[in-house]
């Protein structure tokens, strides 16, 4: 490995390199490999703008050599990915050095799981506060921000100056008062960002009314809204749905699964899909305790509203044979351009097979992904659902129907 790194540092100074962009992600590079890298990084005829990372087994110690080449040469890198290395608060701390040097123009930096906390958060906050204006996409996946580090990141998502579009915050302890900070911070700042990751975070219903507040403000353009597995009930949802319903047509993307819904709160959501002015693409309800009336009422709202819809996650879910039966419905009718559709462990059996397969043979043309998966159909249906992948007439190209018995 010391001779490859050796060998590309060597490419990246020549000045006849044309290269863009490396990935070397998933190789055990060290922190020897990535001091030999940062010879040629640090050379002025490097041009490199995307340097892929993750998964290097890179410590403090290579943190520094990368984070000291890149103050020599910075003004070139747009996106470096450090996913899953173990750098710690000290690491964190040598890149917020490299961040608010002013000729960097790093757009995208990514950081999940790269074993930091509180320190390592509001060093970084505080170095993109002096340098905002370049930075697009932080991924803060999976690391510990701790209070002071979200006071401080809220402090300069509210900064005008920031112009982040997409920010990943999953499983980072987030509770109330976090997500209070957060969204106060972006209702001061709200039309840049985009894109919002708070999954595995600890909202709960309190928390996800703050952040509904954010949601229906009319400057809010957010498009994905992620929030799987953050303990939101009905009442949570109650407020997201309200608040979707008020500023319906920016918003794309919406996960919601791995939380306690249930058939209530998914009618709640029903009265925001059926609405014309509501775009969503992406709807994702994984294990949300529905049973086959709130798949009715969820179905039967997507029939009023069809065309934007291209993909429905309804996994882990009991859909019934009514639930079932209404959204065959929904796959039957012409304007629907569902692309995508998860129904896997959803305790479909003959019945419920016989209305897909029937709702799908008459509207052919849209559907390229099926996932009936841990279902029970019977040994007929699944010879009629498989030739449908055969049929050149349909569009269906993935068909999982691995069962159980």
């Given amino acids: 490995m010391e001779k490859s790194c050796s060998a590309l540092a060597s490419d990246l100074s020549s ?6 962009e490396l990935t070397l992600s998933y190789n055990n590079l060290l922190d020897s490999g990535v001091k030999l890298l940062s010879v040629g990084l640090m050379n002025h005829q490097c041009k490199l703008k995307t340097l892929q990372l993750e998964y290097c087994s890179i410590g403090e110690k290579g943190c520094s050599a990368l984070a000291s080449a890149l103050r020599s040469n910075p003004s070139h890198l747009k996106e470096l990915n450090l996913n899953y290395n173990k750098l710690g ?16 123009k790093l757009k995208q930096m990514l950081l999940c799981n790269c074993s930091f906390g509180e320190e390592g958060c509001s060093v970084l906050a505080l170095a993109l506060r002096s340098n905002p204006s370049h930075l697009r996409e932080l991924d803060l996946n999976d690391n510990y921000p701790g209070k002071s580090g979200m006071k401080l990141l809220s402090d300069l998502l509210q900064y005008p100056l920031c112009q982040l579009k997409k920010l990943g915050m999953c499983n980072c302890s987030i509770g109330e008062e976090g997500c209070a ?26 928390g996800v009314k703050l952040l509904s507040d954010l949601l ?28 979707l319903r008020s500023n319906p047509s920016h918003v794309k993307e919406l996960d919601l699964g791995c939380n306690k819904l249930r058939d209530s709160g998914v009618k709640l959501l029903a009265d925001l899909v059926e609405d014309s002015q ?10 949300i305790n529905i049973e086959e009336q709130g798949c009715a009422a969820l179905s039967s709202a997507l029939k009023l509203n069809p065309s934007h819809l291209r993909e429905l996650d309804l996994g882990n879910n009991y859909l019934g044979v009514l639930g079932v039966k209404v959204l065959s419905h929904l796959l039957g009718d012409p304007k629907c351009k569902l692309e995508i559709l998860q129904l896997y462990n959803c305790r479909i059996e003959e019945k419920g097979c016989a209305h897909l397969t029937s709702a799908l043979r008459s509207n052919p043309s849209h559907l390229r992904v099926l996932n009936l998966s841990c279902n029970k159909p019977s040994v007929s249906e699944m010879k009629l659902l498989s030739n449908l992948v055969q049929d050149p007439r349909y569009k269906l190209e993935k068909l999982d129907l691995f069962v159980l018995y």
């Fill in 181 to 206: 900070a957060l969204t106060s911070a972006l209702k001061s700042n709200p039309s840049h960002l985009r894109e919002l990751d708070l999954s595995y975070n600890k909202l709960g219903d309190s």
């Fill in 216 to 243: 229906q403000d009319p400057q809010c353009k957010l498009e994905t809204l992620q929030l799987y597995n953050c303990s939101i009930g009905e009442e949570g949802c109650s407020s997201l749905a309200s608040a």
């Fill in 15 to 20: 000045n006849s390199s044309n290269l863009n």
């Fill in 89 to 104: 608060n000290s690491g964190v701390r040598l890149l917020s050095d490299l961040l608010q040097n002013p000729h960097c």
């Fill in 278 to 287: 509501c775009k969503l693409k992406k709807l994702l309800l994984e294990n």
